[in-house]
């Protein structure tokens, strides 16, 4: 069983940054997948970016690409999501989510979500 739980969302201005951490509790292999998802209200669920906990392969969605950067930090069972450059449109409630497949598009635990403000 593995628990995620997010922090440091929050109200920042558009072109300010802003780091994202999910801490994990529980057993994490090299295997695993952890991805960072969003979503704006009354939009649906969307897959912003994803690395392989042994850190090999890393993608990211087309929206943020050159602007975030999903990191991890084995000795601290933590997965980060450093934002750059924000847009009002990255406004969104946050997760983080951890596939034990290995697929980077069917996970099995997540996270509770951390809100994301960007002002214009």
């Known amino acids: 069983q593995v628990m995620l739980v997010e922090s440091g969302g929050g109200l920042v201005q558009a072109g300010g940054p802003l780091r994202l951490s999910c801490a994990a509790s529980g057993r994490l292999f090299s295997s695993y997948v952890m991805g960072w998802f969003r979503q704006a209200p009354g939009k649906e669920r969307e897959f912003v970016a994803a690395?392989?906990?042994?850190?090999?392969?890393?993608r990211y969605a087309d929206s943020v690409k050159g602007r975030f950067t999903i990191s991890r930090d084995k000795a601290k069972n933590t997965v980060y999501l450093q934002m750059n450059s924000l847009k009002p449109e990255d406004t969104a409630v946050y997760s983080c989510?951890?596939?034990?497949?290995?697929?980077?598009?069917?996970?099995?635990?997540w996270g509770q979500g951390t809100q994301v403000t960007v002002s214009s």
């Open positions: 989510a951890a596939s034990r497949s290995g697929s980077y598009w069917s996970y099995d635990y």
């Open positions: 690395l392989t906990w042994s850190g090999d392969r890393i």
